[in-house]
């Protein structure tokens, strides 16, 4: 049997068409041939345009070809907001329900604590997002059923590609094999030959029999299952010594062809401002707020007019980092957002001794690491 090349639409051989003229051993029978190691595959020309470096099985990323900027579209800086500072009833309120959620805690301080200052120390979250699409090449193979592809001009570009963008800001990926890339060739696994000699037997076709372990004796007498041979028939190549070629599925032929891979990332940066209030900036990392900012374009302008200059810079260096984190890929659309969120530090007085605790969030969540509790738990009767 000849491999028959893909042609065109004009009758001529199309690229990647090759014809080999190659006569598969008969499946039934044992071939010489069945005990030459297979080779590699094949190392296919560079010569592709638009794809070259492309290797087998290797993901090679492609660049994306130069975007005209698109034009921005005015956004509103935000203005300064402040909430009000909790009153001291509300802050009470507040350590009374966090008090009440630990049952090592007394309500005695609660009810008996002065409060001396309490301060307002609202800040500010950054959050930008970076929507990507990154697109790689490589030459994958499947066997071949023998149903040519129809091959009209050269292969698209792997840019040019038409591919449906997900749900934004969202992680996916999607594969596409590359019209015009077909390639047919002998399956460099079994060589052509449909088979494979079995790894099992070493092409003998007799294994080591299962319940004398070779010995051909069981119990002091001939072992019934193999007849004191030592050896029966094989089961994984049923006693043939050969098997089918799980690489092209006993075809003989694969077709190779160029896999397009698509990649959409969503790359994130967060960034609380610290105005070094004494309570550690991861807290307010997920920290209810008040949406006081938000901008989402192709491509987001860093912040130059909002009331802290912190957040400002903040911007223009997260912004100045995702483009360098994005060599291979473009970026499908940007959001950014700041959020106020509510920070009031409470300092009190009990029995001559000064404490302190935080509100924050919308949420009103307490923090009180010196809470001067007495643990019931642990009192000795």
């Given at each position: 049997?000849?491999?028959?090349?893909?042609?065109?639409?004009?009758?001529?051989?199309?690229?990647?068409?090759?014809?080999?003229?190659?006569?598969?051993?008969?499946?039934?029978?044992?071939?010489?041939?069945?005990?030459?190691?297979?080779?590699?595959?094949?190392?296919?020309?560079?010569?592709?345009?638009?794809?070259?470096?492309?290797?087998?099985?290797?993901?090679?990323?492609?660049?994306?070809?130069?975007?005209?900027?698109?034009?921005?579209?005015?956004?509103?800086?935000?203005?300064?907001?402040?909430?009000?500072?909790?009153?001291?009833?509300?802050?009470?309120?507040?350590?009374?329900?966090?008090?009440?959620?630990?049952?090592?805690?007394?309500?005695?301080?609660?009810?008996?604590?002065?409060?001396?200052?309490?301060?307002?120390?609202?800040?500010?979250?950054?959050?930008l997002?970076?929507?990507?699409?990154?697109?790689?090449?490589?030459?994958?193979?499947?066997?071949?059923?023998?149903?040519?592809?129809?091959?009209?001009?050269?292969?698209?570009?792997?840019?040019?590609?038409?591919?449906?963008?997900?749900?934004?800001?969202?992680?996916?990926?999607?594969?596409?094999?590359?019209?015009?890339?077909?390639?047919?060739?002998?399956?460099?696994?079994?060589?052509?030959?449909?088979?494979?000699?079995?790894?099992?037997?070493?092409?003998?076709?007799?294994?080591?029999?299962?319940?004398?372990?070779?010995?051909?004796?069981?119990?002091?007498?001939?072992?019934?299952?193999?007849?004191?041979?030592?050896?029966?028939?094989c089961?994984?190549?049923?006693?043939?010594?050969?098997?089918?070629?799980?690489?092209?599925?006993?075809?003989g032929?694969?077709?190779?062809?160029i896999?397009?891979?698509?990649?959409?990332?969503?790359?994130?940066?967060?960034?609380?401002?610290?105005?070094?209030?004494?309570?550690?900036?991861?807290?307010?990392?997920?920290?209810?707020?008040?949406?006081?900012f938000?901008?989402?374009?192709?491509?987001?302008?860093p912040?130059?007019?909002?009331?802290?200059?912190?957040?400002?810079?903040?911007?223009?260096?997260?912004?100045?980092?995702?483009?360098?984190?994005?060599?291979?890929?473009?970026?499908v659309?940007?959001?950014?957002?700041?959020?106020?969120?509510?920070?009031?530090?409470?300092?009190?007085?009990?029995?001559g001794?000064?404490?302190?605790?935080?509100?924050?969030?919308?949420?009103?969540?307490?923090f009180?690491?010196?809470?001067p509790?007495?643990?019931?738990?642990?009192?000795?009767?």
């Open positions: 049997m000849a491999f028959q090349p893909l042609h065109g639409s004009d009758g001529t051989p199309a690229y990647g068409a090759t014809v080999y003229n190659a006569s598969p051993a008969d499946p039934t029978g044992m071939d010489p041939g069945m005990h030459t190691h297979p080779t590699a595959p094949p190392n296919f020309p560079v010569n592709v345009v638009g794809y070259e470096g492309t290797m087998i099985n290797s993901g090679h990323n492609i660049p994306p070809p130069p975007f005209a900027p698109l034009p921005v579209e005015p956004n509103s800086q935000a203005q300064e907001w402040r909430n009000p500072a909790l009153s001291e009833e509300e802050g009470k309120e507040a350590l009374r329900e966090y008090v009440s959620g630990h049952c090592c805690y007394s309500q005695q301080p609660v009810m008996e604590l002065q409060f001396s200052d309490i301060k307002q120390l609202n800040t500010y979250r950054y959050h997002e970076t929507f990507t699409e990154e697109r790689s090449t490589a030459w994958e193979s499947e066997p071949f059923n023998g149903m040519p592809e129809n091959i009209i001009g050269p292969p698209p570009l792997p840019w040019s590609i038409a591919v449906d963008i997900p749900v934004m800001f969202q992680p996916d990926q999607k594969r596409i094999p590359v019209p015009n890339t077909s390639n047919v060739k002998p399956c460099h696994n079994c060589l052509g030959m449909c088979r494979r000699p079995c790894t099992k037997c070493n092409a003998m076709g007799r294994a080591e029999c299962l319940f004398c372990h070779g010995d051909g004796q069981q119990f002091d007498e001939a072992c019934r299952h193999c007849n004191g041979q030592g050896q029966t028939r089961e994984t190549c049923n006693g043939n010594g050969q098997c089918p070629c799980k690489e092209c599925n006993a075809k032929q694969l077709k190779y062809f896999m397009l891979t698509v990649t959409w990332k969503n790359i994130t940066l967060d960034f609380v401002e610290d105005k070094h209030s004494g309570l550690s900036p991861e807290l307010l990392k997920d920290a209810n707020g008040q949406e006081i938000h901008d989402e374009q192709p491509m987001v302008q912040l130059s007019r909002f009331p802290s200059e912190l957040i400002c810079k903040k911007s223009q260096a997260a912004l100045s980092d995702h483009l360098t984190r994005i060599q291979t890929a473009r970026i659309r940007q959001k950014h957002t700041v959020d106020l969120i509510p920070l009031t530090k409470f300092i009190y007085e009990l029995e001794k000064t404490y302190e605790f935080y509100v924050y969030g919308n949420k009103r969540k307490v009180a690491p010196d809470y509790a007495t643990c019931k738990c642990c009192v000795i009767l």
